[in-house]
């Protein structure tokens, strides 16, 4: 069973920063497809970006040129740089993964296998 926990999360202002991590236990992360989601109440969880186990890429179109999703296999850990970030960012952030059965890319919530608590990022405008 794979353990995420993400840390991060806080309140900035608007074109302002934040890095979130996500510290993945249990299994070798390297070999899963890791992703960033985040939700806000009343509305469905949303892919924010992927990245393989070939460190491949993909981000959801509101965040493409200012998320960056990397990870670091030695630590175990996925991180989310957000730059220029805006109040609709506002939501609570999760971490996920799910073996490499589906196309990294085209992952949504329902395909995931595990999940972390979630980290929440509020943006003031």
């Known amino acids: 069973q794979m353990q995420l926990v993400e840390s991060g999360g806080g309140s900035v202002r608007a074109g302002g920063s934040l890095r979130l991590s996500c510290a993945a236990s249990?299994?070798?992360?390297?070999?899963?497809?890791m992703a960033w989601f985040r939700q806000v109440p009343g509305k469905e969880r949303e892919k924010v970006a992927s990245i393989d186990d070939a460190g491949l890429t993909s981000y959801g179109a509101s965040v493409k040129g200012r998320f960056t999703i990397s990870k670091d296999n030695d630590k175990s850990t996925l991180y989310l740089q957000m730059d220029n970030l805006k109040p609709e960012d506002s939501a609570q952030y999760y971490c996920?993964?799910?073996?490499?059965?589906?196309?990294?890319?085209?992952?949504?919530?329902?395909?995931?296998?595990?999940w972390g608590k979630g980290t929440l990022v509020t943006i003031s405008s």
């Open positions: 996920a993964a799910v073996g490499m059965r589906y196309v990294c890319s085209e992952v949504v919530a329902r395909h995931m296998d595990y």
């Open positions: 249990g299994y070798n992360q390297s070999s899963y497809c």
